[in-house]
């Protein structure tokens, strides 16, 4: 069950460097082709959502399911592999946020800056009719 992690976690890493390129000031000269492969790579990047969706139910399913350790039911050690099971699943739940924040800076950072190329071309043209 491991390696769904490390593909969302791949998968966000790649969308963070992305929504990066994609505001540092100066790389003008990258900015129309990064535009255009992260403009490619939206939709493909769209089955994150579901997928975090499936992972976020498999989160509660795992916790609806977690024999509880509470008082002194539970040995020490039996404590503490509850207590790490609770601390996989809080990191799960914040690489799954990160995942989801992630594609929507990505989605809306891509829109802003092809908004902004067009009315620059618009402005363009309107001052070369001048």
Request: proline content about 4%; hydrophobic content about 50%; overall charge positive.
């Amino acid at each position: 069950m491991a390696l769904e992690w490390v593909v969302l976690g791949y998968a966000a890493a790649a969308e963070a460097i992305m929504v990066l390129l994609l505001t540092i000031p100066g790389l003008d000269a990258l900015r129309k082709g990064l535009v255009a492969v992260t403009k490619n790579l939206l939709k493909p990047f769209l089955s994150v959502v579901p997928f975090c969706l499936f992972l976020l139910m498999d989160i509660y399913w795992k916790y609806e399911t977690r024999p509880s350790c509470e008082g002194d039911s539970c040995t020490p050690s039996e404590h503490l592999r509850h207590q790490k099971s609770i601390m996989k699943s809080q990191r799960n739940a914040l690489l799954i946020a990160a995942a989801l924040l992630f594609y929507w800076l990505l989605y809306s950072v891509t829109n802003l800056v092809v908004r902004i190329d067009l009315l620059n071309q618009r402005l363009e043209r309107l001052k070369r009719t001048e």
